[in-house]
């Protein structure tokens, strides 16, 4: 979503913030813009759409200075125009950049109105840097400012904030909404996500719930929620900005979907042993979790999609009951937790603000435990559970996830493993586990075959995804990639569910896309397909070796390998990829960066 960069620096600063705002389109936003402070004064340029039009401005008028802001908006309150772009500015003395939404936004603007202040911009925010004026014309520092006016804001913010009053000063204050500080050789800076600053530093402090923070070239002052000073130790990123380069890939979506054999690989280096016992937590905990009678997983989107494949796994494998929720139900209803429950939350980010706000509504209830399983070590989520699994998909930029899903999937699986009374596992899924990245780079071949499938959807509006059992939320997830990327409405069924409604819709329009493992179901889903094709659907089916569908004028059928039962809906994810990001291609969508969407979703 939206993405903060500010520093101040001996040097000047604008190219830097420029860059830390380019290293954040991968969020999601649709204006950008920066505030710089030279020479007693605040200068700005903002655009509405691609960060490619704010370079322009700047190419055509340099800014320079030693200290600024910028962001990257992406619109809540008034339209993505060049007026509601951040940063707002209050009568040249004070600028912010604001990530968060304030939700009491409409009285303080109505007070501040009554007060004479005139609104430029139709956005939460300004009313913020009106607040702010304020507290300077009563004599406050920036320091105090913020201090005193973050008192009366009601929702989530991260801040930006400079003002001609204090040259080399910038205030940073953080609450639901990640903010960090980078920290240099005679230079500081902050933003919303460290793979914007990791040109520049490694060093980072993260800022905790209510704190602010005053930065200057060469100190960093943090004053936690209650105003005093505290000390947050600073931490050394593992991740290199090389990481987040396309490497000759057209897209960083096909690159990460290229990638996955690989962080398959990663996520399960050092978690099996070779006689097939499972290491994910200490001696202690892995203890404690043979106790666990019920589970409750809690996401959002994607990873919403891998909590219901692992309820399968855990009540199919493990008898326990296992509930999986959306994040923003889960937190505005009363929860019935039962004795010995594991509260597990997904999220590729670590900063989904529903999902933050589950886990701390949860910490509130009686679990036994809760877990976060996540991509981010940095993140509040990881931080702010008891226990974390990392899911080792490393950078991903492509909004649509790939790797964070299937690497989501393979640690889901992990986890119902470990939570299995048993101390091993059999040498045969042992074998299916280690094979499992050898076998996906081998789905990888189909790319050219599934390229040349995607011309079917040319001129498609509409199409219909069908699975049952663990592969009902692979569907799922095949219909969110194919709608978030090439823009086709898409929709996915429990395959019994057609007689039920979906099929209403069916004629030689909509392609009907289904995926068929050999299993039990099987006879059944053949019954399902055939009442598509008796009402002329066109049929496209991913079919598990054995399941001997063959091909007809109604029915394309694209062969996958025969695997262990609990590692296939991690096979059959991959195709469906492969099939979304070629129609996403062939229909000229921006593929990394679809419309409307934001990467992390930080607010509600």
Sequence with gaps: MCGIVGAVSYRDISGILLEGLQRLEYRGYDSAGLVVLHEG????????????????????????????VAHTRWATHGAPTESNAHPHICRDCIAIVHNGIIENFHELKAQQQANAHFFTSETDTEVIVHALFDELEQGADLLKSVQQVIKKLRGAYALGVIGPSEEGVMIAARSGSQLVIGLGEGENFIASDVYALLPVTRRFIFLQEGDVARIRCDEVQIFAANGQPVRREPQRSALDAAQTGRQGYRHYMLK???????????????????NGEIHLFEGGIQKQLQQIQAVH????GTSYHAGLVAREWIEGELGLPCRVEVASEYRYRKPVVGSNCLFVTLSQSGETADTLAALRLAKKLPYKHTLAICNVDESSLVRESE???????????????TKAFTTQLVTLLLLTLALRKQKTISQELLHALQSLPALCGSLLHLDSSIKQLAERFSDKQHSLFLGRGEYYPVALEGALKLKEISYIHAEAYPAGELKHGPLALIDADMPVIAVAPNNELLEKLRGNLEEVRARGGQLIVFAEQGTGMQADEQLTVIHLPRVTRLIAPIVFTLPLQLLAYHVAVLKGTDVDQPRNLAKSVTVE
């Design 41 to 68: 004064q605040l200068t700005r340029h903002r655009a509405a759409g691609k960060v490619s039009q704010l370079r322009k401005k700047l190419d055509a008028s340099p800014l320079p200075g030693h200290s600024g």
């Design 256 to 274: 990460e979907i290229y990638e996955q054999p690989q962080v398959m690989a990663d996520t399960l280096e050092g978690r099996l042993t070779v």
């Design 297 to 300: 997983i809690i996401a959002c």
């Design 387 to 401: 226990l974390k699994l990392m899911t080792r998909a490393g950078p991903e930029i492509g909004v649509a996830s």
